[in-house]
């Protein structure tokens, strides 16, 4: 039983680098999430996908992209990492007004 | 703008005493709302959620919170606390109007005093 599932789990980058962090789910959720979550601050939402084949920008977008690749997955890519996006990412999985699903998370450090 | 505050960073409860964690949100419509724990290193999970109806809500490991229109609040509570609740703790608000998109609070952490 799944659920929602994040790889990796743990990375280390060098500035400039740029990686793709993957994310599936199995409860057939037609909504799916990117979070960013840094002490003291909440969860922030990056991206969105309301639905398969739609992604919108959330609170804060700059410097990443999504892609919804099918109804399961749902994955985030920096592009040029830097130092102020280490973090921890966590994505999540709901159906329209329903309560979000969330992986175990992907710590990321960029140096 | 939509937000939601939760004013204690930190609270400190001997176990087996009684817990509330604050939460306050400004919304112009009926929200969704929602509590979530977080151990560390782990995800969050969902320990309730209010939807409509009734405005005390039980949830999973005791906890049960109250929605209150008037005060714009959803206070979690447990009547007494177990070394396994030291965690954090996030409200969150649903936004029917913008997809259901959640506002987070900025999280409470427990610390459980033997």
């Known amino acids: 039983n799944a659920g929602v599932t994040q790889t990796p789990k743990f990375q280390v980058l060098k500035t400039g680098q740029s990686m793709t962090l993957q994310c599936a789910q199995d409860m057939n959720h037609n909504s799916m999430y990117w979070y960013r979550q840094d002490p003291g601050m909440g969860l922030r939402l990056i991206y969105y996908?309301?639905?398969?084949?739609?992604?919108d920008k959330g609170e804060v977008p700059n410097g990443y992209n999504v892609s919804r690749l099918n109804k399961r997955e749902f994955s985030l890519r920096l592009e040029s990492a830097a130092p102020s996006q280490t973090s921890v990412y966590f994505c999540?999985?709901?159906?329209?007004?329903?309560?979000?699903?969330f992986g175990d998370g992907t710590r990321l450090s960029i140096l | 703008a939509q937000s939601v505050t939760q004013p204690d960073i930190h609270i400190t409860v001997s176990e087996g005493a009684s817990l509330e964690l604050r939460c306050n949100y400004s919304y112009g419509a009926t929200p969704y709302l929602f509590w979530y724990v977080q151990s560390p290193g782990q995800g969050l999970q969902l320990l309730l959620k209010y939807f409509s109806g009734d405005t005390l809500v039980q949830g999973i490991k005791g906890f049960e919170a109250e929605f209150k229109r008037s005060q714009s609040s959803f206070n979690l509570r447990k009547p007494s606390v177990h070394w396994s609740d030291a965690a954090e703790y996030f409200c969150a608000v649903g936004l029917a109007r913008s997809n259901y998109q959640l506002i987070w609070g900025a999280g409470t952490k427990l610390i459980i005093k033997p």
């Open positions: 999540a999985s709901s159906d329209s007004n329903q309560p979000q699903h």
């Open positions: 996908s309301a639905s398969e084949g739609t992604t």
